[in-house]
């Protein structure tokens, strides 16, 4: 088990740009895909980006890609949301999730996939 605590979250106008991290527990973080999900009163949580084991494959939701980008730092247990051009729509809680996987598989973009969870993080956006 890998606990994930993320932070980084804020109010920011539409616009601005903020980053969000997830550190996690273990150094056997680094052989999970990382994933990013948010939230809000009206929705279940919405798939936004996913990074593969290595670091080497990324992938976006529709309404982030060329605004958001994924990373990670294997040697401090770390993973990353870039967000820029931040918009009202892209309010809500955002989670770090986890999922222990083997170096071949396909990118995991649903939230049932994963197995760790952290809290969430509030991001608020105001137009």
């Known amino acids: 088990q890998v606990q994930l605590v993320e932070s980084g979250g804020g109010l920011v106008q539409a616009g601005g740009s903020l980053r969000l991290s997830c550190a996690a527990s273990r150094r056997a973080f680094s052989e999970h895909a990382v994933g990013w999900f948010r939230q809000t009163p009206e929705q279940d949580r919405e798939f936004v980006a996913t990074?593969?084991?290595?670091?080497?494959?990324?992938v976006y939701a529709d309404s982030v890609k060329g605004r958001f980008t994924v990373s990670r730092d294997k040697d401090k247990n770390m993973a990353y949301l870039q967000m820029n051009r931040l918009e009202p729509e892209d309010t809500g809680i955002y989670y770090c999730?986890?999922?222990?996987?083997?170096?071949?598989?396909?990118?995991?973009?649903?939230?049932?996939?994963?197995?760790?969870w952290g809290q969430g993080t509030q991001v608020t956006v105001s137009s």
């Open positions: 990074i593969s084991r290595s670091g080497g494959s990324t």
């Open positions: 999730t986890s999922k222990r996987t083997i170096l071949t598989m396909p990118p995991l973009v649903q939230a049932g996939s994963y197995d760790n």
